[in-house]
């Protein structure tokens, strides 16, 4: 995924209009010389009816979303990320943009060497978080950080960290007052 990434970064780069390279995080056109790709996040997402009820929390929580996002770095810092997905069987550059997040991304970037992170997209609650998995180890098992997003819509505060158990009631109540589940 990365070599797509690298191979088609360039071209997405040349779509940014001129004049609005600051709305996607950079500062003019020189800088698109100097970018390269980051680290990329798988991005993951719960399903409402896997809150629904009474269901035990379980592996089969977070599903794949198709997407990853790959931070586009300039001199080390983060400008914008480059989303590829897999359309149709094949996997391709398909967005450019998000520059606050991958803004927000950087600096959650996984404490341990081999650690892995994943961005939790709740697409019904409009929110993001951020998993972090210690090497060996599955998402499930490991922190949630929240966004800004997340500690709007979910009424958390800043700073805080979950655990996939702590945060599932929290998400289930969210998704009961959204009328997304029932109860």
């Known amino acids: ?73 300039v001199d080390g810092q983060p400008r914008s990320l480059l989303t590829v997905a897999n359309v149709s069987g094949e996997w391709q550059a398909v967005e450019i943009g998000g520059s606050e997040l991958a803004r927000e991304l950087d600096p959650i970037a996984g404490s341990k060497p081999g650690g892995r992170r994943a961005l939790l997209r709740l697409y019904q609650l409009e929110c993001d978080l951020v998993l972090l998995a210690d090497p060996g180890k599955e998402f499930n098992e490991g922190r949630a950080y929240p966004l800004r997003s997340a500690q709007s819509v979910l009424s958390i505060p800043k700073g805080s960290v979950y655990t996939l158990r702590t945060l599932a009631p929290v998400l289930r109540q969210q998704y009961v007052e959204h009328h997304l589940i029932e109860r």
């Not at 800088?31 to 399903?47: D, H, K, S, Y």
């Open 1 to 73: 995924l990365a070599v797509i990434a690298r191979s088609q970064l360039h071209a997405y780069l040349e779509l940014i209009p001129r004049g609005q390279e600051t709305d996607y995080g950079f500062v003019d056109r020189q800088e698109f010389q100097r970018a390269a790709i980051g680290n990329p996040c798988q991005v993951l997402t719960i399903p409402p009816d896997s809150l629904a009820g009474t269901r035990p929390i379980g592996t089969g929580m977070l599903q794949p979303t198709g997407e990853w996002r790959f931070p586009i770095l």
